[in-house]
């Protein structure tokens, strides 16, 4: 059973740059056809995709959110992350990492369990 | 931007079939997804591809598509349905997804 769990700080201050850590355990990151996807959720309200990479280093992203978001991977440590920069209120949210397959389209089939980020001075 | 639209509310009594739609100008070329999310809990998938259910997902949930509207179809509804809904997709080029606003299912 995959498992996924989310790190990193849980408070970032204004125009700094928000970094997470997703580190899969149950299998491999190498293993299988599969993309490893970041997605958030401000407090009350929708999910929001931000982005994914496949293990090559591939990666796409949120046209809204291009200009400020890495992805990367680390099969080393079974693990991929996140960097989001120049962040502002507006990114406060649960940071959701998930594996992600591609069949017909690209669906996350395990999620990890969230972190809070917020974003305040 | 390309959405997925849902209505923001759907209520049922216990025992009764839900229907919680999501319309899209893309639905026809892409598949749908759905996923149930409880209060503090990370999203569930409980349709894939339009209308498969995953392992361990009961039988009363099922999905259907025609045109650009899919439908989450809850038959027999119980009282732990209770969750908000997510319809996911892509955009035409199948390569950025979207997510719906989310429909809140309450069993009165």
């Known amino acids: 059973q995959v498992q996924l769990q989310e790190s990193g700080p849980g408070l970032v201050k204004p125009s700094q740059t928000l970094s997470l850590t997703c580190t899969v355990s149950?299998?491999?990151?190498?293993?299988?056809?599969?993309?490893w996807s970041w997605i958030r959720q401000p407090a009350g309200k929708g999910l929001e995709w931000i982005g994914r990479?496949?293990?090559?280093?591939?990666?796409n992203y949120n046209p809204s959110l291009k200009s400020r978001v890495t992805i990367s991977v680390d099969t080393s440590k079974n693990q991929f992350s996140l960097k989001l920069s120049s962040v502002t209120a507006a990114d406060t949210a649960v940071y959701y990492c998930?594996?992600?397959?591609?069949?017909?389209?690209?669906?996350?089939?395990?999620w990890g369990q969230g972190t809070l980020v917020t974003v305040s001075s | 931007s390309y959405e997925l639209t849902q209505p923001p509310s759907v209520s049922v009594s216990p025992g009764q079939t839900a229907r919680i739609t999501c319309s899209g100008d893309?639905?026809?070329?892409?598949?749908a997804y759905w996923y149930q999310q409880k209060p503090g809990q990370a999203p569930v998938l409980v349709i894939y591809k339009d209308s498969e259910r995953p392992s361990g997902i009961p039988e009363r949930f099922s999905g259907s598509s025609s045109g650009t509207t899919v439908t989450l179809t809850i038959s027999g509804v119980q009282a732990e349905d209770e969750a908000d809904y997510y319809c996911q997709s892509a955009d035409s080029s199948g390569t950025f997804v979207v997510f719906g606003g989310g429909t809140k299912l309450t069993v009165l």
């Open positions: 998930a594996r992600t397959q591609h069949s017909g389209s690209y669906y996350s089939d395990y």
């Open positions: 149950g299998g491999s990151i190498s293993s299988g056809s599969y993309y």
């Open positions: 990479i496949y293990t090559s280093g591939s990666t």
């Open positions: 893309a639905l026809p070329k892409q598949y």
